[in-house]
Every structure is written in structure tokens, then in C-alpha cells.
């Protein structure tokens, strides 16, 4: 049977302080769920993201399976997570993203650079206890660009291309480098509906670290 390794970065110190985490016990209900589940994570951890999932990409023991990147604010609710990436026709799969993407656009997050008829996807958030979705568009679609907060990749079709996350970029914009250079090597990326709940609100964009991200990737992707 495939396997499904999801992966995730913390900066959790302790056993005790991880299961603190949204993640923590839909994590363990789908391992729990299915033996061919397992999961890897980062726990303690100060490095850039692209660094820890490329650790994941490049390890040998993964080439057959599908890793799921996803972070440790997301709630993996859907009862048919294995089988809906296992069997997905993308060898890049996410939740919300866009078929688009305008590079000459100021601020470059990926719901800001497309035509509203270009979105796809749609992710769930919670805030103060009340839930809601955000339906973007056709929720199984090809796509450009996809949001970070969970990407799923066929291991073996992104070593066939050579393609992996550009450590340039640790947090801030890994995936729209990821998602753009998957396109230009003819990596197929889209979304697919799949329930999860996402704890973080996008409010990264307000902080100078996004600022500086955002000048240092139109210099490298944007000329």
C-alpha cells in the first residue's frame, strides 16, 4: 500500500508542549486510523521551513510515498485525507490557491496577485470558537499557485523534475517559489476538497520579515 508521511515544523519545545498544538490530536487520529500513515515532526524548531521540508524531499525512504506538509495551527479533519491525496491527480496538492498570478503586483501573497475568477479551493478557519469556510472557487481544480499552510507532493514525480523548496526563501513566500518553479518544470500543482481547519488568519503580511520577503522575491521571480 502507499504511504502518507505528513510533516510538520514546531516550535514546541517538549512532547507536552506539542500536543498544545491544533495539529496535535487530528494527527494522531489518522495515524491511528490507518498504518499507512505516519508522521515526522520538527519539533524545537529554528530553521527555515523550505530546509526542513527538503529534508523530507531528498531522504531516501521517501521517494515512494506522498508527504503532506502542513502546519502545526491546522485541525486535519477529513476522514478520507490517505485516500484523497494518495489517489489525487496532482503531483502538488492544496487546499485554496489560484490559477493565476500577477507579478507586478505590489504585495505578492497569492489572493492579492489573481483575478477573483481565477481562485480555487477553499480552507476552513476558527477564531474565538466560531468556525467558518471560505470557498474560493471550483474546489477541484488545476492551480498555479497554492496557499502553504498544507502542501501535499508525490515525492517520486518532484525528484524525476528536480524540483524542491528554494531555501532563499524560509518562511515567508516557500510556496509561491515552490508553486512557480513547479510550473516551470512542468510539475503539475492543484487543489482538491478536503477538510481541515486553519487556526491562522494570514495576519503574517502585517510584519516587516513579510516586507522584506516580499522585495527579496520580486528581485529573484518577478524581473
Known amino acids: 500500500m502507499s504511504k502518507l508521511l505528513i510533516v510538520t515544523c514546531t516550535k514546541a519545545k517538549t512532547e507536552e ?3 498544545q498544538r491544533p495539529i496535535f490530536h487530528s494527527l494522531r487520529k489518522q495515524c491511528e486510523g490507518n498504518s499507512n500513515i505516519n508522521f515526522h515532526i520538527f519539533k524545537d524548531n529554528q530553521r527555515g521551513l523550505s530546509d526542513c521540508y527538503n529534508e523530507a524531499l ?53 489572493h492579492l496577485c489573481a483575478d477573483r475568477k481565477d481562485f480555487v479551493g477553499e480552507v476552513s478557519h ?15 481544480s488545476r492551480a498555479l499557485v497554492i496557499d502553504g499552510l498544507f502542501i ?10 528536480g524540483l524542491t523548496f528554494n531555501s532563499s526563501f524560509g518562511f515567508h513566500f516557500y510556496d509561491l ?15 482538491l476538497p478536503i477538510r481541515a481547519v486553519h487556526y491562522g488568519l494570514g ?21
Not at 476558527?126 to 477541484?140: L, R
Not at 515552490?178 to 492543484?190: E, P, S
Request: overall charge negative.
Open 17 to 19: 508542549e506539542f500536543q
Open 58 to 110: 531528498t531522504d531516501p525512504a521517501n521517494l515512494d510515498k506522498t508527504v503532506l506538509f502542513v502546519h502545526d495551527d491546522v485541525v486535519l479533519e477529513d476522514l478520507f485525507l490517505y485516500e484523497k491525496l494518495i489517489s489525487s491527480p496532482y503531483s502538488i496538492t492544496g487546499l485554496a490557491g489560484a490559477k493565476s498570478f500577477n507579478k507586478q503586483a505590489d504585495k505578492l501573497a497569492w
Open 126 to 140: 476558527i477564531q474565538n470558537e466560531k468556525v467558518w469556510t471560505t470557498v474560493f472557487g471550483p474546489t477541484k
Open 152 to 161: 501535499s507532493c508525490k515525492v517520486k514525480d518532484l525528484a524525476e523534475k
Open 177 to 191: 517559489s515552490f508553486c512557480l518553479d513547479a510550473n516551470n518544470k512542468k510539475v503539475t500543482c492543484g487543489v
Open 203 to 223: 495576519d503574517s503580511m502585517l510584519t516587516p520579515e513579510w516586507e522584506e520577503a516580499n522585495i527579496r522575491f520580486k528581485q529573484s521571480y518577478c524581473k
